[in-house]
């Protein structure tokens, strides 16, 4: 969240880990430090919608609008969205009208231990986690 986009040696390793086909996501966009010069310095891959803004969805206008132009720019910027706080199936629903591309949260599970999580993916693929 702190990075300074100035320390260039930061960037250079971020680039770097690029070039190793590792993704960059950006974490907590729509509070704090949502910056948007970190698209052109950063190039990232995916963008999470902040939980505070997601929840809202279904009862704030205000908060669809700030999705849908997220979504808008995301799709144009070739960045994948992910939602976090999707509490339920009238919030997952919303977002994928809206066009965001994964959910994040309790709907689609609570926190499991590693083991329980661990047997839990041999029986699922991943659309089943997706929308």
Known sequence: EDLKLDDTKIVERIHRLKELKCKL????FGRGYSNL???LTLSPDIL???G???KEVVRNENAKK???GIAIFCKAMKIEMVAEFVE?????EVLKKIGVDYG??????KPQPT???SKALDHLSCRSLCY
């Not at 996501?25 to 907590?28: G, P």
């Not at 339920?88 to 997952?92: H, K, P």
């Not at 994040?104 to 599970?109: E, L, N």
């Open 104 to 109: 994040q949260g309790f709907y689609f599970g």
């Open 48 to 50: 999470k919608i902040d």
């Open 88 to 92: 339920n199936e009238e919030i997952a």
């Open 37 to 39: 010069s970190y698209f």
């Open 66 to 68: 700030i999705i849908r």
């Open 25 to 28: 996501a950006i974490d907590d």
């Open 115 to 117: 083991l329980v999580f």
């Open 52 to 54: 505070q803004i997601v």
